[in-house]
């Protein structure tokens, strides 16, 4: 069974700071990775994923992520934050194949502060 | 275009009482797929349709929950006898179709079961 570990629950930094969320999966085949946002009362929209290919996959809002297979990892960075950025964000991983279900990790939240 | 959308927004239940949720997902979506997000907790699968056939029901928590798709378009997610721990939020997401395909998600129903 596929599982996903988010590192890290609340992540503070201050404006135009760099930033990495950590995500690590577990999973015994190929699967697909992927990153959303979750805006206050809102619905969770996707930043980026990952299927195949290059393993730097660039996003919206300036986010990026690479996927390292061989630590299971598929941390979220952005060079510089706004405030804006503020919000919820959700690792997820989709066995490869199957019929789409989603497993997220518990969500990190990223405060930026003035 | 129109995204997923949900409804009620919001719904407070007696606990014992049924509750309908519905969700119309952005036309022309074949795939569908119900998720529940427990306070501070990231989305967890509930269940999955193809059009109007229900493939996926292994995350529906007890028989008390029921989900159907009769057209293929909008879906209804019933849980009879709500119980507390039935309060979440009901999140509804579309994809175009199946595999590799992004999922939209709505902006939920916040349950709340007193």
């Known amino acids: 069974a596929q599982s996903v570990t988010q590192l890290d629950s609340q992540v503070p930094v201050f404006e135009e700071a760099p930033v990495e969320l950590r995500c690590n999966y577990s999973s015994s085949v190929s699967v697909y990775l992927f990153w959303y946002v979750q805006y206050p009362n809102q619905g969770l929209q996707l930043l980026l994923k990952y299927l195949s290919g290059s393993t730097l996959v660039k996003g919206i809002n300036g986010f990026e992520a690479e996927f390292n297979k061989s630590q299971t990892s598929f941390h979220l960075r952005k060079p510089s934050v706004h405030i804006s950025d503020t919000a919820e964000y959700f690792c997820a991983v989709r066995r490869s194949g199957n019929t789409g279900k989603l497993i997220f990790g518990q969500g990190t939240t990223l405060q930026v502060k003035p | 275009g129109a995204g997923v959308s949900q409804s009620p927004r919001y719904k407070v239940a007696k606990r014992g009482q049924d509750v309908a949720l519905r969700c119309d997902p952005i036309?022309?979506?074949?795939?569908l797929f119900w998720y529940q997000q427990a306070l501070g907790q990231g989305p967890e699968f509930l269940t999955y349709?193809?059009?109007?056939?229900?493939?996926?029901k292994s995350g529906l928590p007890s028989d008390r929950f029921f989900a159907e798709r009769p057209e293929g378009s909008v879906s209804t997610l019933k849980i009879q006898r709500t119980q507390q721990e039935d309060s979440a939020v009901y999140l509804c997401a579309s994809s175009l179709r199946t595999f590799e395909e992004t999922q939209y998600f709505g902006p939920g129903t916040r349950l709340l079961v007193l």
């Open positions: 349709f193809q059009n109007e056939a229900q493939l996926d």
């Open positions: 036309s022309g979506h074949v795939s």
